[in-house]
């Protein structure tokens, strides 16, 4: 029997050493002090505006204890670099806050911070500072993520406007059908199907050419990112920009996948969980209804379809699901935390 | 037998709008938008630099379940402000995650709010952002402030020089002795005395006004603030210098309660508490020999006392604890996360 080394066998200082230096690059000139020191220290280039967003994940609520901690070092990253896209800005440092406990095995940790890693690289973000403490409880993850975007050019929520066309990136529910999946939820024989959902899930894809193009271009009136689903998330636009919105439920892209789940016989609540689920970190935006080339140029220059779902009309945020033109009374909301 | 209204009862969005909207300052004109949107978009003034930093307390390890949340709330921002001091910088704004129990009561919730709000008026830092998630385990909270420091002015851990006298703000040990009191640890009488280092222990007091001074007058080359212990992190400070240090326990100041239980029996085992216990949250920072008249101004300016304990030495991240002038080597060093 191997005795498996744990994450208390190096100690705090050790740890981070050995696990998190090489999260920090180098070569990034803003970063005046990165890790290492009481709080980090940043130069914000002039006519830039910095943006800072925060989200945890809990082992047992967002993670279960065999989720690879690989893949969750990608998502935790990946997760609030949604967030900066949905902004419309460029992600830029981080800071890890790290809760485990001293039982942890040290691979975990080391799993977790090659996940961390390439994520930062792949999309040219470094840590810059954090903590690392010991959890009697669960895992849990803090990332606070800083991005910089043009003066006066972030991309709020709450500037939608009644006849507004909504779009929405790539597509919607493969994540909560590939969780739905592994509950046991639903039954899909197609194991092509199974993998692209699940992938879905674990690794969400940070929309930020999309977010960048759209400030650019100054196309998106207003912009947001579907994690507590794709319903509650345009709630939260109208909710911010005082609107309402009709959305059509026919025209919310999907994948081969979810398409293949839609097709089988329980249509009507599984299309409730592609509209509900969560976690698809697609983004949200509104724009004015004459923007059909822009639309196309993005597409083409981002790889990333973007689809129109819906318009902005007046009303105090309500969103009206519309199906085959009538409205629809949803059975459930998005993710509840509490 | 009365029922008591649980978090879970609110639900997330609701919970945020009635505990945190007021944490929120609204006459900040740096924040272009705080709370209620992908991220916060924040005016940095040109000619500053940004400064982060994290902290996370943990339920069971850093507070317990019994912990009175409104002294909670105050402990969780001050700790963070001790690092913004620690750089010679001003705190601005900072993001909360949020991770309890569905079953928290909804009055320890707004008794947590009313301690952060309270420090956060008191140190005119606003919550500009977090997250709030249901915690399967105990209650994590994680905050991320920033600061504000002029270009190239911060005060790093790096820089001390041999031949710089090293200084410590206020009186260290009391609150390691307050949580060794409560802990049952060591035997106390005076009432006043024990409910001086309790306070030292739960209100850390972020020595803002004497950080920034050291940074406004370039008095201090280094400075560190004490939560790991006053040797370990004046350890710190010789690691990132490259450089040793001497300690003189004989010149380490101390409260009128330290100084009694000092006077008690056990004296060598409370000193070595006083030098290794941590969280005293007070600033260590080095500064050449021929500044005694900046620092009567600081003290006179900041009502806090600051005492010389020692000075910066040729040697490699070592420091020497000296008694009546003999080395003296402590049985531990400083609090050990994992």
């Given at each position: 029997m191997s005795i498996e080394k744990t994450?208390s066998a190096?100690?705090?200082?050790?740890?981070?050493?050995?696990?998190?230096?090489?999260?920090?690059?180098?070569?990034?000139?803003?970063?005046?002090?990165?890790?290492?020191?009481?709080?980090?220290?940043?130069?914000?280039?002039?006519?830039?505006?910095?943006?800072?967003?925060?989200?945890?994940?809990?082992?047992?609520?967002?993670?279960?204890?065999?989720?690879?901690?690989?893949?969750?070092?990608?998502?935790?990253?990946?997760?609030?670099?949604?967030?900066?896209?949905?902004?419309?800005?460029?992600?830029?440092?981080?800071?890890?806050?790290?809760?485990?406990?001293?039982t942890t095995s040290l691979k975990w940790?080391?799993?977790?911070?090659?996940?961390?890693?390439?994520?930062?690289?792949?999309?040219?973000?470094?840590?810059?500072?954090?903590?690392?403490?010991?959890?009697?409880?669960?895992?849990?993850?803090?990332?606070?993520?800083?991005?910089?975007?043009?003066?006066?050019?972030?991309?709020?929520?709450?500037?939608?406007?009644?006849?507004?066309?909504?779009?929405?990136?790539?597509?919607?529910?493969?994540?909560?059908?590939?969780?739905?999946?592994?509950?046991?939820?639903?039954?899909?024989?197609?194991?092509?199907?199974?993998?692209?959902?699940?992938?879905?899930?674990?690794?969400?894809?940070?929309?930020?050419?999309?977010?960048?193009?759209?400030?650019?271009?100054?196309?998106?009136?207003?912009?947001?990112?579907?994690?507590?689903?794709?319903?509650?998330?345009?709630?939260?636009?109208?909710?911010?920009?005082?609107?309402?919105?009709?959305?059509?439920?026919?025209?919310?892209?999907?994948?081969?996948?979810?398409?293949?789940?839609?097709?089988?016989?329980?249509?009507?609540?599984?299309?409730?969980?592609?509209?509900?689920?969560?976690?698809?970190?697609?983004?949200?935006?509104?724009?004015?209804?004459?923007?059909?080339?822009?639309?196309?140029?993005?597409?083409?220059?981002?790889?990333?379809?973007?689809?129109?779902?819906?318009?902005?009309?007046?009303?105090?945020?309500?969103?009206?699901?519309?199906?085959?033109?009538?409205?629809?009374?949803?059975?459930?909301?998005?993710?509840?935390?509490?």
């Open positions: 994450v190096l100690g705090e200082f050790q740890l981070i050493e050995t696990l998190f230096s090489r999260l920090v690059m180098a070569d990034d000139k803003r970063i005046i002090k990165g890790v290492g020191d009481d709080s980090a220290v940043l130069n914000i280039p002039r006519t830039q505006h910095l943006l800072t967003t925060t989200d945890t994940l809990i082992e047992g609520v967002h993670f279960n204890s065999d989720t690879d901690p690989f893949i969750l070092g990608r998502k935790a990253l990946r997760v609030n670099l949604s967030d900066i896209a949905a902004m419309g800005g460029v992600p830029h440092w981080y800071v890890l806050s790290l809760a485990i406990p001293s940790a080391e799993e977790f911070a090659r996940g961390l890693d390439e994520a930062g690289k792949r999309f040219n973000v470094s840590l810059v500072g954090g903590d690392m403490v010991a959890s009697t409880g669960p895992i849990i993850i803090t990332i606070t993520l800083n991005g910089l975007v043009g003066e006066g050019r972030a991309i709020m929520r709450s500037s939608a406007q009644v006849g507004d066309r909504i779009y929405v990136t790539g597509t919607i529910g493969d994540s909560a059908l590939g969780l739905a999946h592994r509950l046991g939820r639903v039954k899909i024989s197609d194991a092509h199907h199974i993998e692209f959902l699940k992938h879905r899930h674990q690794i969400p894809e940070p929309r930020l050419s999309v977010g960048k193009m759209l400030q650019d271009t100054a196309i998106a009136r207003s912009i947001i990112d579907v994690s507590d689903g794709l319903v509650a998330d345009l709630e939260h636009i109208c909710s911010a920009s005082g609107v309402g919105a009709r959305l059509h439920a026919d025209k919310v892209p999907l994948s081969d996948a979810a398409r293949a789940v839609l097709d089988g016989d329980d249509t009507n609540r599984m299309m409730q969980m592609v509209l509900t689920g969560g976690e698809d970190y697609e983004l949200i935006f509104t724009a004015s209804a004459d923007i059909a080339d822009a639309i196309s140029d993005i597409t083409d220059q981002t790889g990333v379809a973007l689809t129109e779902i819906g318009e902005i009309v007046k009303g105090e945020s309500v969103v009206t699901v519309c199906r085959d033109g009538e409205p629809w009374v949803l059975e459930r909301g998005g993710w509840k935390h509490f």
